[in-house]
């Protein structure tokens, strides 16, 4: 029970460091663009690195769980963001682009492990355990929102400091797994299993594009909702709070989505439901009048903490096993933050092509329709077609 308690604890701990570094920057951005005169082009793939890394390094995950375990691979992670995170503090756009790589890197490795954390010792409260660490995630990714702009402030108006503050969680959630890792750190053992047919079966895809659909718009809010409100007339301070309430209430969404999908018979009508008020929250935010921007940023928050916990869930319950659920988490969260990560770079683009967000909303729409889709189809209650084949234990 200690170990259990201890581990969820840690879980939690590491989730809250996920987001914090996308949203701190995104609350700073004008300060960082005046001082580095980094052009709008440059500043949308300084938003969309982090997502794209999210993807391409994924993979790397289940190769460091074999070889060191998961514990000592989340640990390592945790290390590089806490590296990446502080070097932004430099202030230059090669500190900027190299931080945000690293970040992403790390994160991408964190992204597939705690799932599979998740499916092995806590079968029993998927929902729960699920629900906990994607509020955590969301948790602090309000705190650096929120405070990245006062914390500028009392800095002597140093948007580079600001950026350098939030190394210090994670090295403090880094401290504190290394801590509880005990001294023969569990090797997972899924060195000695094959997982097969995953990338042949549909399920599998529908299962990976609805990740990849809802977190696009996860990220162009993270990236442009600040700049949106800045631009309608909010002053940083004001949009940077709409944004971290926003981010906060996706705790409630996160919390109230997966008990529910586990407890249906299926997730198809929560899918398509969530994925319709987000489109429409977001709608909102961009056109609705200024006065009403709280509303639109609950209904945003609620709905993008439901969508994402309704999708990490939906990775637990369509894998056998944890040996499956490895390898559909790592399938679903490379190549969905890969797509993802076009969300925010399409949206910046369109800001500047056209000198306006209008059209963005015209992205949110073409979305909103694939994500409903594709959480429609991967929200049937089945289990991918994977085998899994014992192999040689690894030497």
């Not at 001082?35 to 999210?54: D, E, K, N, Q, Y």
């Not at 940083?236 to 008990?259: E, F, K, N, R, Y």
Request: one cysteine or more; proline letters at 4%; a positive charge.
């Amino acid at each position: 029970m200690r170990r259990a308690v201890s581990l969820g604890a840690g879980v939690v701990l590491i989730a809250l460091n996920m987001r914090d570094f996308t949203t701190s920057l995104a609350a700073v951005l004008p300060e960082m663009i005046q001082s580095t005169g980094l052009s709008a082009r440059g500043t949308s793939w300084l938003t969309s690195l982090p997502i794209l890394c999210f993807g391409v390094f994924g993979p790397i995950a289940p190769f460091l769980a074999k070889r060191i375990g998961i514990e000592r691979a989340l640990l390592l992670a945790l290390l590089v963001l806490t590296f990446g995170t502080g070097i932004r503090g430099l202030g230059t756009s090669t500190a900027l682009y190299a931080g945000q790589i690293l970040s992403g890197a790390s994160i991408g490795v964190i992204n597939i492990l705690l799932p599979v954390v998740v499916k092995r010792d806590f079968a029993a409260s998927v929902g729960l355990m699920t629900g906990l660490y994607t509020m955590a995630t969301c948790v602090g990714a309000a705190g650096a929102a929120g405070f990245t702009v006062p914390l500028m402030s009392a800095m002597a108006g140093s948007w580079t400091a600001a950026l350098t503050f939030w190394a210090l969680p994670a090295a403090m959630a880094s401290i504190l797994w290394a801590i509880q890792i005990p001294a023969a750190a569990s090797q997972m053992d899924v060195a000695r299993v094959t997982v097969r047919g995953l990338w042949t079966d549909p399920l599998a895809w529908q299962v990976t594009a609805f990740m990849g659909l809802q977190s696009a718009f996860a990220y162009i809010m993270y990236g442009w909702m600040a700049p949106i409100l800045r631009d309608r007339g909010l002053d940083a301070a004001d949009a940077g709070l709409v944004l971290s309430v926003s981010i906060m209430t996706q705790a409630i969404g996160c919390l109230l989505g997966s008990p529910i999908a586990v407890r249906s018979r299926d997730q198809r009508l929560c899918n398509v439901a969530v994925v319709a008020l987000l489109v429409g929250g977001c709608l909102g935010t961009l056109f609705a009048p200024l006065w009403t921007v709280w509303v639109w940023a609950v209904l945003v928050g609620l709905c993008q903490g439901a969508v994402f916990s309704l999708a990490i869930t939906i990775i637990v319950l369509r894998s056998a096993d944890h040996h499956v659920a490895t390898s559909l988490s790592g399938m679903a969260q490379t190549l969905g933050y890969v797509l993802a990560s076009c969300g925010p770079l399409f949206a910046g683009l369109l800001r500047q092509w056209t000198g306006s967000w209008n059209r963005v909303g015209i992205l949110f729409l073409g979305l909103g329709l694939a994500a409903a889709a594709a959480g429609y189809l991967a929200g049937r209650a089945r289990h991918v077609g994977a085998t899994v084949v014992l192999a040689n234990p690894l030497r």
